[in-house]
């Protein structure tokens, strides 16, 4: 059996685990980030931490490989240029740094990407070349397969495609432009919304959860149960997720679409509608060859994605 | 010097040259596509007919290959699926045909592609590997270079931008969708708009052409002589245009976009407002490293681009 180890650096915790080539995760653990010192030393000194505490426990485990996940852009050398939350890393060496270290072969790619490859080897993308896998959480991420690859772009930007624009003017994003799509699709588009719905005194069973326990897991269960507005909040994200999916088929024409993330936990009441709105939208030639999945690596898809970049870049 | 013929199939003429390695057309001509006899045999005389002529008149000049551009979607085996505005060749077995016929290889590929090629050839792609080229004339279609070669997707649709949804419920489009970036930003969509507003009293230099002579042409004139409709239509369509290529910028962060088709005559009064508008609505760190360009080919685009089908399909 041979083993990676699979790094998922978050805002909030760094996740990482010891994982055999069948996708089993045989250890892991959690420490906090450490964004708050504001310095990649400390960020950096707790992912070393967070593996060679993991190396410690295991030494039984011969380590091939080292992936990490970051939630932002790296390119092909392990570099990173961009982060979307954790300011500390522009350009920084990080593959090479971790490589010195604890000389073994070490991987970065973004957390949208190695979300795609860990479905790509362990989940529901086995088997397929030309795939995108779409993460639906506090925004929409996608990591694209194409022939067998991850597709990075010219400088690792692929798959942004949370910022698709779908309403020129309309709903402010966090990125300071206007109608992308994560602004009516993603977690916290309804979580928005409904709050919006709740403070305008529109009558729904989510005012229980008002102002800081509205959730995506919430709309979800009140949906179910029967409140009309919530219902409404989920039946249009899942239109809109048709919408962008659509976009994607048409101009990508993949075989598969596999959604994760936190909104994906919502499962076949989720699917069926996205699926029912994106045939809609979608080229009938493209659409008829084309499916729509859940992903299947669950919570540990970080840690699972990563450890995937790891075993699947060794075999390049 | 090595020739290859390429065949241009359009719903109004076939066109058909002699074109040299290096992008010279030897010999050329036009003859009417014969759709009215809506018979799949005779068109495939129509397009014989040509190839034959070219090779009678030029039979100094050895044929290494025959390349075709088609307005529908052809598999890797050059079997057409599904015809835009020929109706007659479903599920036609084109290059299997052709082969038979002239005894050289043949390859047939969606127009779009084929312009796509063209440009990576003889024009404003060449040295490129990732890019893309937006045809934009009646409708908008997309050829997209992936690690230097035409990316078909699952089953030949990749490259359909012109219906990536931009605005959900919104403008009525020819498929039978609503809101696709083609009913902004096309030749047609401009010149629906233009007659439009004639008929509404608007005031704009644009009724000496009302109703028959409204063409992008003359939209674009109008707009360089002062006529504040024409422009304000003008700058309408170039900012559609920049909001969608943004959206290929985010989803694929290709090195460069060439646009081509006949909206592309309008060379640099075009360039630098879709630029300006793509610059608004891109990911600023994929724009970085992306630029627009106007296509080479010019009116000879589809000749070209079929023969450079052929040029490059030999040497894989």
């Given at each position: 059996?041979?083993?990676c180890?699979?790094?998922?650096?978050?805002?909030?915790?760094?996740?990482?685990g010891?994982?055999?080539?069948?996708?089993?995760?045989?250890?892991?653990?959690?420490?906090?980030?450490?964004?708050?010192?504001?310095?990649?030393?400390?960020?950096?000194?707790?992912?070393?931490?967070?593996?060679?505490?993991l190396?410690?426990?295991?030494?039984?485990?011969?380590?091939?490989?080292?992936?990490?996940?970051?939630?932002?852009?790296?390119?092909?050398?392990?570099?990173?240029?961009?982060?979307?939350?954790?300011r500390?890393?522009?350009?920084?060496?990080?593959?090479?740094?971790?490589?010195?270290?604890?000389?073994?072969?070490?991987?970065?790619?973004?957390?949208?990407?190695?979300?795609?490859?860990?479905?790509?080897?362990?989940?529901?993308?086995?088997?397929?070349?030309?795939?995108?896998?779409i993460?639906?959480?506090?925004?929409?991420g996608?990591?694209?397969?194409?022939?067998?690859?991850?597709?990075?772009?010219?400088?690792?930007?692929?798959?942004?495609?949370?910022?698709?624009?779908?309403d020129l003017?309309?709903r402010?994003?966090?990125?300071?432009?206007y109608?992308?799509?994560?602004?009516?699709?993603?977690?916290?588009?309804?979580?928005?919304?409904?709050?919006?719905?709740?403070?305008k005194?529109?009558?729904t069973?989510?005012?229980?959860?008002?102002?800081?326990?509205?959730?995506a897991?919430?709309?979800?269960?009140?949906?179910?149960?029967?409140?009309?507005?919530?219902?409404?909040?989920?039946e249009?994200?899942?239109?809109?997720?048709?919408?962008?999916?659509?976009?994607?088929?048409?101009?990508?024409?993949?075989?598969?679409?596999?959604?994760?993330?936190?909104?994906?936990?919502?499962?076949?009441?989720?699917?069926?509608?996205?699926?029912?709105?994106?045939?809609?939208?979608?080229?009938?030639?493209?659409?008829?060859?084309?499916?729509?999945?859940?992903?299947?690596?669950?919570?540990?898809?970080?840690?699972l994605?990563?450890?995937a970049?790891?075993?699947?870049?060794?075999?390049d």
């Amino acid at each position: 059996m041979s083993f990676c180890i699979g790094v998922d650096l978050g805002g909030t915790f760094i996740k990482a685990g010891i994982v055999n080539e069948k996708g089993d995760i045989v250890d892991s653990l959690q420490i906090p980030t450490g964004v708050e010192a504001n310095s990649s030393l400390v960020v950096m000194q707790n992912i070393k931490d967070s593996i060679s505490n993991l190396m410690l426990k295991n030494k039984d485990k011969k380590i091939k490989a080292i992936g990490v996940g970051v939630p932002g852009i790296a390119d092909d050398k392990g570099n990173i240029n961009i982060f979307s939350n954790i300011r500390v890393f522009e350009n920084y060496p990080m593959a090479k740094e971790l490589k010195e270290e604890f000389k073994v072969p070490v991987f970065v790619d973004n957390d949208a990407n190695n979300a795609a490859t860990g479905e790509f080897l362990f989940g529901a993308g086995k088997g397929m070349s030309n795939f995108v896998v779409i993460t639906v959480g506090t925004g929409i991420g996608a990591g694209i397969f194409i022939n067998g690859k991850i597709y990075h772009g010219k400088n690792g930007c692929a798959g942004e495609v949370g910022h698709m624009l779908i309403d020129l003017d309309g709903r402010p994003c966090g990125c300071g432009n206007y109608g992308c799509w994560e602004a009516f699709a993603s977690a916290s588009s309804i979580i928005k919304r409904a709050k919006s719905l709740v403070r305008k005194g529109v009558k729904t069973t989510l005012i229980k959860y008002y102002p800081d326990n509205i959730n995506a897991k919430v709309i979800v269960e009140e949906a179910k149960g029967g409140d009309k507005i919530s219902l409404e909040i989920f039946e249009e994200m899942c239109r809109y997720l048709g919408l962008g999916i659509a976009n994607i088929v048409n101009i990508l024409n993949p075989e598969c679409c596999i959604i994760g993330g936190g909104v994906s936990g919502a499962k076949e009441f989720l699917l069926e509608k996205v699926k029912f709105y994106t045939s809609l939208y979608a080229i009938p030639f493209a659409y008829q060859v084309f499916e729509i999945k859940l992903a299947e690596m669950g919570n540990d898809a970080g840690i699972l994605g990563s450890a995937a970049l790891a075993f699947t870049s060794l075999k390049d």
